[in-house]
């Protein structure tokens, strides 16, 4: 049962335009979400993350927007950058479990 | 600061061996997680450890095990390897009752043949 689901596993994006990046989940007793970062041969890097209570989160270049209505994220970069191609890990955690499930990643492209 | 460190990187075993992984958390971390990415697949939730103990199991058979040491260092067990225990295992560190971050390590690649 996949609680938490990515239904895009890859997307391309132009230089310097906005990449949106969805993640959807269906447990609703989620109340923390996070977004990680996985470049090949690493380990996943903690990226952003929104609590329940919030409905943006906004850190630089990204930001991570929640919809629990719709228990749906996304998470937006823009300007997108070279750098940002990665694989992106959306994850979802109950309150008193430290347990993350995670998605199954979205592979980013930002073409020059 | 050293991070999550995790060894060995590569591991090849044959059907029916056993694998053991180890991790290194961070200074000051007393929860360890570990996670398996198979190919294709989300990372999966196997084990978490906090001061020694069991705290939570994923959906994986008896004979995927671990223990925490006392000095917070981990090791996972993969018994009676099975083909498919080929993947990814990632460990993760983090201090208990944060807001969840989770710090990772580069990963175990274990290759059953």
């Known amino acids: 049962d996949q609680q938490v689901k990515q239904n895009s596993p890859s997307l391309s994006v132009q230089e310097g335009r906005i990449s949106i990046l969805n993640c959807d989940y269906t447990?609703?007793?989620?109340?923390?979400f996070l977004w990680y970062k996985k470049y090949p041969a690493e380990g996943p890097t903690f990226l952003i993350s929104?609590?329940?209570?919030?409905d943006k989160n906004e850190d630089g270049r990204f930001t991570v927007f929640l919809n629990k209505s719709a228990k749906h994220l996304s998470l937006h970069i823009v300007p997108s950058q070279p750098g940002d191609s990665a694989v992106y890990f959306c994850?979802?955690?109950?309150?008193?479990?430290?347990?993350?499930?995670f998605g199954t990643g979205t592979r980013l492209t930002i073409i020059p | 600061e050293a991070g999550v460190t995790q060894s060995p990187t590569h591991l090849i075993k044959t059907r029916g061996q056993q694998a053991t992984l180890r991790c290194s958390p961070i200074?000051?971390?007393?929860?360890v997680y570990w996670y398996q990415q198979a190919l294709g697949l989300g990372l999966q939730f196997l084990l978490w450890?906090?001061?020694?103990?069991?705290?939570n199991r994923g959906n994986f058979p008896p004979r995927f095990s671990g223990r925490q040491f006392p000095n917070y260092s981990s090791e996972l067990n993969v018994n009676a390897l099975e083909l498919e225990d080929s993947a990814l295992y990632l460990c993760?560190?983090?201090?208990?009752?944060?807001?969840?971050?989770?710090?990772f390590g580069e990963g175990s690649r274990l290759t059953v043949l």
């Open positions: 993760a560190s983090s201090f208990l009752r944060n807001t969840g971050e989770l710090f």
């Open positions: 447990n609703s007793m989620f109340d923390y």
């Open positions: 929104i609590s329940s209570i919030k």
């Open positions: 994850a979802a955690r109950v309150f008193g479990n430290e347990k993350l499930t």
């Open positions: 200074s000051g971390h007393t929860s």
């Open positions: 450890y906090d001061e020694g103990e069991e705290r």
